[in-house]
Each structure stands twice: as C-alpha cells, then as structure tokens.
C-alpha cells in the first residue's frame, strides 16, 4: 500500500506561481509513475501531468503545457509541481496518484492509477 499526502495549496494571484507537494508513505516511490489530476467545482476530474517511476518522462495537459513542471525526488519519496503563470481557470482541488509502473512512458489515464491522495486545494484569484 502507498499512501499519498498533498501539501502547498493555497490562495494566490492571477500571474502568480505555486508549487505543490505528493509525499508518499508504505513503500518507496521509486517503482512508481506519479500523475497529477485536477478537479474544478462542477467538472470531471482532469489530467494535469505525469511522471515516470524514474523521472526520465514526463507528459502535460495541453492547458499547463509550458507553466508547470512534474519532478521527483525518489530519495525523498516526494513528486512536485510547480506551477507558474497562474490562472483563475487553474483554480481546482489538486491531486496526486501513484501507479506501480515501470514503463518509459507517463499516463493521463486516471483509471489507471491504483493510489490517491486526499487533494490540496488552489485557488487562483484574478
């Protein structure tokens, strides 16, 4: 079992950047592809980025494409987002997934994601 906790969330300006935390607990992340997913009120859920268990691959929304980054830190089982240029329409409760993967190539499929966190919420203010 891995256990996925979020941190960083907050309340921010328009323009503004941000960077949000995935820490896990139970096993080593370093066996796992980590993806981050959003929720704004009223919508689905929606992809945002993904990572490789190693941290050689990565892959974006189109609509983040360019603002934010996914990084890992396997030494300290943490997954980052940093999130640049902020926008009201980022504005959602931000969460964190863990896949025990080993392939080369990140996924956007959030039913493919065995491990979720309980979210960080981001409120970006125009």
């Known amino acids: 079992q891995v256990q996925l906790v979020e941190s960083g969330g907050g309340l921010v300006q328009a323009g503004d950047s941000l960077s949000v935390s995935c820490a896990a607990s139970?096993?080593?992340?370093?066996?796992?592809?980590v993806g981050w997913f959003r929720q704004a009120p009223g919508k689905e859920r929606e992809f945002v980025a993904a990572?490789?268990?190693?941290?050689?691959?990565?892959s974006y929304a189109d609509s983040v494409k360019g603002r934010f980054t996914i990084s890992r830190d396997n030494r300290k089982n943490t997954v980052y987002l940093q999130m640049n240029s902020l926008k009201p329409e980022d504005t959602a409760v931000y969460y964190c997934?863990?896949?025990?993967?080993?392939?080369?190539?990140?996924?956007?499929?959030?039913?493919?994601?065995?491990?979720w966190g309980q979210g960080t919420q981001v409120t970006v203010s125009s």
């Open positions: 990572i490789t268990y190693w941290g050689s691959s990565t």
């Open positions: 139970g096993r080593t992340l370093s066996s796992y592809a």
């Open positions: 997934a863990a896949r025990r993967s080993l392939s080369t190539v990140p996924t956007a499929q959030s039913n493919e994601y065995d491990y």
